[in-house]
């Protein structure tokens, strides 16, 4: 397989952070989740932490030149093998950004997975998320429970619900997103651009994903 870049475009909550993770352990391609890696910096104690937690906490979009550079250092580390975007471009300006990064970088244009969920479901989900303080890991009080209860299976970490994932947060980020969403999937018109609905099984999703993503695999497995 050639590398790529592979994009989940979904509103938060809409599984793409774990189908994400599925499909890089199945193509052994890293993934990079532009909201992981925002979180971890604004762990840090320093002014550019603390501004990135109350961006965060308030459910609002940090600048696409901010995210822009953070993702063309990761992808020209990643060049070899390819990478799958999770949560990454947000905006038109972040499409536009990375059009020229792949460019930049003799990559071919990226491969769009369009998780499609709807609000009823996506409420039920995000409500029920918790996260892996340690390593990040992402469980669902209904539908992936832990089996360590109220820790985390790899680590015994914490499992804690995301400031972000109170109802009225959920509910601005939807609106937030699906705004952002469409201009973006007119600027992925031409490309090579799946919609996938995401109020199905998590299973059945994957598959339809691998299918998408390596064709070949799927040829040579019937
Ligand atoms: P996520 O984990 O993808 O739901 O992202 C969580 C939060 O991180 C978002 O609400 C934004 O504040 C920020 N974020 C993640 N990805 C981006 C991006 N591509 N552009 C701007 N902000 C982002």
């Known amino acids: ?13 809409s599984g793409k952070g774990t189908q994400s993770a599925w499909l890089s352990s199945k193509l052994g391609i890293p993934s990079l989740s532009t909201g992981d890696m925002l979180r971890a910096a604004a762990r840090e104690n320093t002014p550019t932490g603390l501004r990135l937690r109350e961006i965060l906490a308030s459910g609002s979009l940090v600048s696409d030149s901010v995210v822009c550079d953070a993702v063309a250092l990761r992808l020209r580390s990643e060049r070899e093998r390819g990478m799958i975007l999770d949560g990454f471009p947000r905006t038109v300006g972040q499409a536009r950004c990375l059009d020229q990064i792949l460019a930049d970088l003799k990559m ?3 491969l769009v997975l369009h998780l499609d969920i709807s609000s009823e479901r996506l409420l039920d989900r995000l409500t029920a998320r918790r996260q892996c303080a340690v390593c990040g ?6 539908s992936r429970p832990s089996r360590a209860g109220t820790r985390c ?7 804690l619900q995301r400031d972000d994932d109170s109802e009225s947060v ?17 600027h992925y018109s031409k490309a090579d651009y799946y919609r996938i609905d995401g109020d199905r099984d998590p299973g059945l999703i994957a598959t339809e994903l691998l299918r998408i993503a390596d064709p070949a695999r799927n040829q040579a497995a019937a």
């Open 1 to 13: 397989m050639t590398s790529r870049v592979i994009l989940f475009l979904g509103a938060p909550g």
């Open 153 to 159: 299976e790899n680590d015994g970490g914490e499992l």
């Open 170 to 186: 959920i509910m601005r980020r939807f609106v937030e997103f699906n705004a952002a969403c469409e201009p973006l999937v007119r």
């Open 137 to 142: 890991a992402i469980y669902n009080l209904l």
């Open 108 to 110: 071919p244009p990226p």
